[in-house]
């Protein structure tokens, strides 16, 4: 793959790096680590899917989805 000129520089730049760790490839796992963890278990736990939950078909989910949203637009307007 043809890297375009004007990134050839940052891309290397990164490429060399990367390769040249030794704590920083560590470092980089626990962030991955981390971000799986927020992103996936916490979400869980945090964020259930009240849609699912609430409601039985998609046009039920539709028109909740449309009620919120022209409350909320009314309510903001009004400010």
Known sequence: MKIPRFLQKPVSFYRDGLRGMTVGKT???????????????????????????????????????RQELIERKSVNSHH
Do not use: C, E
């Open 27 to 65: 470092l980089w796992i626990l962030v991955l680590i981390k971000l799986f963890i927020i992103f996936a278990v916490l979400r869980i736990f945090f964020f259930p899917n009240f849609l699912n939950t609430n409601f039985k078909d998609d046009q039920s989910k539709a028109n909740h989805v």
